[in-house]
């Protein structure tokens, strides 16, 4: 293993794009393999590095970690984006949970029939709207601190500018009833780290296009239709 850190993925968002944007949130450097081959995603779980038989797959630190969650964890820990105890750590847990959850219901929109891109989008805008961004939008207004756990900036505040942008492109103005959402996304966008991962010829990949869609097909052997929500 080389020293920086290897994701094994799609080109594409997928599962790894927020590990994509933590580890650029902490300033390190990554390397990257797409699949684009079921060859390779077999040499993979021949290997035995698919503890699941599953991507992603990061290599850090000696390790060949699975389990999107627990990549995300370490990497937070590691790199101080984690709180700074147990009471700050359940906090974030919470956060980047229900932000989770919210992309959650955007992972799979590019595999969606027309007919259900557009069920799901409002679904989305929906749930964005009623469950998830109010909440975040209380808690920074309650608090009157610039991040959502111990004035610090956290890895629950890097997962939920991410999924404040995912909702966006399905809803450009999704954030207008939400004054504190919107200064929060302006304060983490100029963070320098972030502003990098923002910026054109980052590895932040873009929205998901047909080509994704057809190499995740074809190297998962996904033969089913997804349906929306």
């Known amino acids: ?5 290897k994701l094994y993925y799609f080109d594409g968002r997928g599962k790894m794009e927020p590990i994509r944007w933590l580890l650029a949130a902490a ?9 684009e081959t079921r060859e390779q995603y077999e040499k993979l779980l021949q290997g035995g590095s698919l503890l699941f038989q599953q991507v992603p797959m990061v290599e850090i ?7 999107t969650r627990a990549i995300l964890s370490y990497i937070a820990a590691k790199y101080n984006l984690y709180g700074k105890d147990l009471k700050e750590r359940a ?33 989305i805008v929906q749930k964005a709207t009623s469950r998830y961004f109010p909440v975040y939008e209380k808690v920074l207004k309650d608090h009157g601190q610039d991040f959502l756990v111990g004035n610090n900036f956290s890895w629950a505040d890097v997962h939920l ?36 991962f923002l910026e054109p010829g980052s590895q932040r990949k873009p929205v998901p296009d047909d080509k994704y869609v057809e190499t995740v097909r074809r190297v ?4 089913y239709d997804i349906k929306a929500n």
Request: no cysteine; proline share 3%; glycine share 8%.
């Open 1 to 5: 293993m080389s020293g920086k850190a």
């Open 27 to 35: 300033g390190v450097e990554f390397e990257e393999e797409f699949l």
């Open 61 to 67: 630190d000696g390790m060949r970690m699975v389990q």
């Open 91 to 123: 906090l974030i847990d919470m956060y980047a949970g229900g932000t989770e959850d919210l992309m959650g219901f955007i992972l799979m929109f590019p595999f969606l029939s027309a007919e259900d891109k557009e069920k799901q989008r409002a679904f």
């Open 161 to 196: 500018l991410e999924a404040i942008l995912m909702v966006e492109e399905k809803k450009s103005d999704v954030l207008s009833g939400f004054p504190q959402l919107q200064a929060f996304k302006a304060r983490i966008s100029s963070i320098p780290t972030i502003k990098k």
């Open 220 to 223: 998962l052997r996904m033969y």
